[in-house]
Nanobody
Framework: QVQLVESGGGLVQPGGSLRLSCAAS????????IGWFRQAPGKEREGVSC????????YYADSVQGRFTISRDNARNTVYLQMNSLKPEDTAVYYC????????????????WGQGTQVTVSS
């Protein structure tokens, strides 16, 4: 069974850090780009970051550039999103999703999705 499971969310104070994990089962992530998306209540789903399969290059939304870092561990079949200097506006449900080989710009280009993990940044 093909499955993506996100974990690592939680409640953190502004300026804090979290590391999200996206673990795959039932297939190998080696040939897939993995995107992280987020959706806050009443807002559209937005792309946060993506890592390609070929060169492990990370792409970032302007709003998280310099604060978030995406990485992958193919041996563990897992992709990570390190989030530093978190802000209240980062509060959202975070999802990971797959796309064959290269990163795409739009959420509908991605196939398998996880169930999401809640990130809340609040004092």
């Amino acid at each position: 069974q093909v499955q993506l499971v996100e974990s690592g969310g939680g409640l953190v104070q502004p300026g804090g850090s979290l590391r999200l994990s996206c673990a795959a089962s039932g297939f190998t992530l080696d040939y897939y780009a993995i995107g992280w998306f987020r959706q806050a209540p009443g807002k559209e789903r937005e792309g946060v970051s993506c890592i390609s399969s070929s060169d492990d290059k990370g792409y970032y939304a302007d709003s998280v550039q310099g604060r978030f870092t995406i990485s992958r561990d193919n041996a563990r079949n897992t992709v990570y999103l390190q989030m530093n200097s978190l802000k209240p506006e980062d509060t959202a449900v975070y999802y990971c999703a797959t796309r064959w080989s290269k990163c795409g710009s739009y959420y509908y280009e991605y196939g398998h999705w996880g169930q999401g993990t809640q990130v809340t940044v609040s004092s």
